[in-house]
């Protein structure tokens, strides 16, 4: 993607790739303080039909227009390695309101033999969530 002068997301470049791509995930990252227009970045992915996936690993705790980073889209992505605002080595953190989504990260995370005990699980599991 390419940015605009102020390092930020140049929106009509995502719009021109997304529609000729077919694209339905568009990950968005917030590197050193340069968050593009959430407001205008959420509108385009809801007229495409694309799920916003935000990048957050450098703009943890930073908010557009009063609202955290992370939490415009489907799903918000914190990494924990070297160089990140909190160093965890490897993994980082994903933040959703979204329940099948929140599912199949516990899934996918091998949180599986436990899934049915976990406190955030959904109540009505993703069909990935079989009969653990």
């Not at 997304?18 to 590197?31: Q, T, W």
């Not at 609202?67 to 965890?88: E, F």
């Given at each position: 993607?390419?940015?605009?002068?102020?390092?930020?997301?140049?929106?009509?470049?995502?719009?021109?790739?997304?529609?000729?791509?077919?694209?339905?995930?568009?990950?968005?990252?917030?590197?050193?303080?340069?968050?593009?227009?959430?407001?205008?970045?959420?509108?385009?992915?809801?007229?495409?039909?694309?799920?916003?996936?935000?990048?957050?690993?450098?703009?943890?705790?930073a908010r557009w227009r009063g609202r955290h980073t992370g939490t415009w889209g489907r799903v918000g992505c914190y990494?924990?390695?070297?160089?990140?605002?909190?160093?965890?080595?490897?993994?980082?953190?994903?933040?959703?309101?979204?329940?099948?989504?929140?599912?199949?990260?516990?899934?996918?995370?091998?949180?599986?033999?436990?899934?049915?005990?976990?406190?955030?699980?959904?109540?009505?599991?993703?069909?990935?969530?079989?009969?653990?």
């Amino acid at each position: 993607m390419e940015t605009t002068a102020d390092y930020t997301t140049d929106l009509a470049d995502v719009e021109r790739k997304a529609i000729a791509r077919g694209a339905k995930v568009f990950p968005i990252s917030h590197l050193r303080g340069h968050i593009s227009d959430l407001d205008a970045v959420a509108a385009l992915c809801g007229r495409l039909g694309v799920a916003l996936v935000e990048d957050c690993a450098r703009a943890m705790g930073a908010r557009w227009r009063g609202r955290h980073t992370g939490t415009w889209g489907r799903v918000g992505c914190y990494s924990a390695q070297t160089y990140k605002h909190i160093n965890a080595g490897e993994g980082g953190l994903l933040v959703t309101d979204d329940e099948d989504i929140a599912a199949r990260a516990l899934l996918m995370s091998g949180n599986y033999i436990l899934y049915q005990q976990h406190l955030v699980r959904s109540t009505q599991p993703c069909s990935s969530a079989g009969s653990t």
